[in-house]
């Protein structure tokens, strides 16, 4: 009777009144380590697996941007979780330097409280969480307003520790791969002791008992899935030989570090990891809600060695889509298609490399090797003013200096030092501005100068001391070869970004430009908890009318 009458009113009115959705009972996001949108461009007829289901099927921004700079794996994670800059909070870079010049990666933690499990039982001399994370971010507010009734569970995995961790915030579960100890593993900050099936994992995939390792490609390399210029260019890679399409040794550390990471069977077994975190950890019950962080980290580490245009890091993106695609098919055999959302993301782009953009006709693009740079300076500063060893450290964008060399001296003294370092940087052709980390605070920039994405990234006492900004397509590199990710133009900043909910989005493609700090909060409104708390951004209206 009751239903009757509200089918009537419904007839009356003339509208038919859409269910409320319910949040996805299992949410995968997917974040390729140095996923340009450029990829997608370039390689969309080719790809037939996981990325192929998610454009098809889903709601695609093909101008989503990290509006902030200089991209890492640690600040694309930190904002692409916290929806907010480094500013706020605070993971500027992969590591960075405090004021005594001591170096500090995101990701540490005292062995005290948060230990990284070893084998057996034991644990290592160092530790590792979110500390340095000073906001919340979106795994912190599921975990926050996770009640019996309707509980979160939240994994973050990765290859690299930085991005799980970042990904897992403060309360969610972070779990890493461990070169040393060739085993995936987390920390006392997050659990009393190792998960079991973690163990499992690690004594199923042996890597620790693995000697050699084959990069078998996944389709024909004379085919057309590999015909594109440069491919097989190794003249500008940091490695000479390919590792494609041949067998290596694991059998020391060094071997295993250089190639494990990079090869596709990391991937591979990086999903076996994936699959069990489910398998041991999805509960079907009604109010259950899952979300599962991935961060594909291969890509990243194939194309610093061998830039985005090389066999290999095509390839590795053809294994990543493949295997994405299995798993996709796996998950729906578990839970139904209508409650699964999937996003689909980078943390950062990458930088063609420039040697071969040069070849190509684009003359300005330009490789400096930051180390000579460096050393200029201070040859400068020694000549001018007699201070030895002013410039300590680069990093991307930026000089670390021994401010202690600079304390005694006069304010005008302090502020020429700066004026002949920052006139010597924009003397190099390419390089465009130079500013102190004071000059880039206090400096107010026109809405359309991206260089307003470097200022977004100042934290004090973590950020250097002397910045600069260059022409597209320039960049100041740590190594004489290989590829790199250190700009605020779109090759570096512009990513894919894809929801798919079957039955809830309609598959569309959008061409607006939007940010990726609007990803939790969206995704924070899909799964009906607070945003975290320091998101700048409004939700993506086209998923959140
Ligand atoms: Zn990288």
């Known amino acids: 009777m009751q239903r009757a009458s509200f089918f009537i009113v419904l007839l009356f009115t003339g509208t038919l009144l859409a269910a409320e959705p319910s949040s996805p009972k299992m949410t995968v996001v997917f974040v390729i380590d140095q996923l340009s949108a450029e990829y997608l461009e370039k390689l969309r007829p080719l790809l037939k697996g996981g990325i192929a289901t998610m454009w098809q099927n889903g709601v695609e921004y093909t101008n989503a941007f990290y509006d902030a700079s200089p991209p890492s794996t640690a600040h694309g994670h930190a904002l692409l979780t916290t929806g907010t800059y480094g500013a706020l909070h605070g993971i500027v870079g992969n590591s960075w330097r405090t004021k005594d010049l001591g170096l500090v990666e995101c990701d540490d933690d005292s062995a005290e409280q948060a230990a990284v499990f070893a084998p057996k039982g034991a644990l290592c001399s160092y530790g590792k969480s979110a500390k340095n994370m000073l906001v919340d971010n979106l795994s912190d507010q599921l975990k926050l307003h996770s009640y019996p009734h309707a509980r979160n569970t939240v994994w973050s995995l990765s290859l690299k520790s930085r991005a799980a961790i970042l990904m897992g915030g403060k309360m969610g579960s972070p779990v890493w791969f461990n070169n040393e100890e060739r085993q995936y593993t987390s920390s006392k900050a997050y659990f009393k002791k190792m998960p079991q099936w973690i163990t ?36 500008f890679a940091r490695v000479k030989k390919p590792l494609i399409n041949s067998t290596h040794d694991l059998s020391t550390k060094k071997a295993f570090n250089r190639i494990y990471g990079k090869s596709p069977q990391a991937t591979a077994d990086f999903f076996t990891l994936a699959k069990a975190c489910i398998n041991a950890n999805y509960k079907e019950e009604q109010n259950e809600r899952f979300i599962l962080w991935l961060n594909l980290a291969s890509l990243d580490k194939v194309a610093h060695s061998f830039g985005p245009y090389s066999k290999e890091a095509l390839d590795t993106l053809y294994h990543m889509d493949h295997q994405m695609g299995l798993f996709i098919k796996e998950i729906y055999k578990k839970v139904p ?9 980078g943390d950062h782009g990458g930088q063609p490399i420039p040697e071969i953009i040069n070849q190509k006709g684009y003359t ?37 200096l021994d401010m202690t060399r600079l304390t005694d001296l006069k304010k005008n003294l302090t502020k020429a030092i700066m004026g002949t370092m920052k ?15 004071d000059e ?28 600069y900004s260059t022409d597209p397509y320039t960049a ?70």
């Open 440 to 467: 880039l605070q206090k400096t107010i920039f026109e809405k359309y100068d991206l260089d307003s994405r470097i200022k977004k990234e100042l934290y004090p006492g973590r950020s250097g001391h002397l910045f």
């Open 337 to 345: 298609k209508e409650d699964v959302l999937f996003v689909l993301t």
């Open 364 to 400: 300005a693009a330009r490789r400096y090797y930051a180390p000579t740079i460096l050393e200029n300076l201070n040859k400068l500063v020694e000549e001018k003013y007699g201070i030895k060893k002013l410039v300590r450290f680069f990093s991307s964008s930026q000089f670390f």
């Open 423 to 437: 006139e010597h940087l924009v003397s190099l052709p390419g390089i465009r501005k130079a500013w102190t980390f």
């Open 476 to 545: 100041l590199y740590g190594n004489k070869k290989g590829g790199v990710h250190s700009t605020q133009y779109a090759y570096d900043t512009r990513v894919p970004l894809i929801f798919y909910q079957a039955g809830r989005f309609k598959p569309r493609r959008i061409h607006t430009t939007r940010y990726i700090t609007q990803v939790s909060p969206t995704l924070a409104a899909l799964l009906n908890v607070p945003r975290p708390s320091a998101a700048v951004a409004r939700v993506l209206p086209e998923l959140l009318p």
């Open 200 to 235: 499992e994992v690690n004594e199923k995939l042996a890597l620790d008992r693995q000697e050699k390792i084959t990069w078998k490609p996944l389709y024909p390399l004379c085919g057309p899935m590999y015909a594109f210029d440069n491919a097989s260019d190794y003249l």
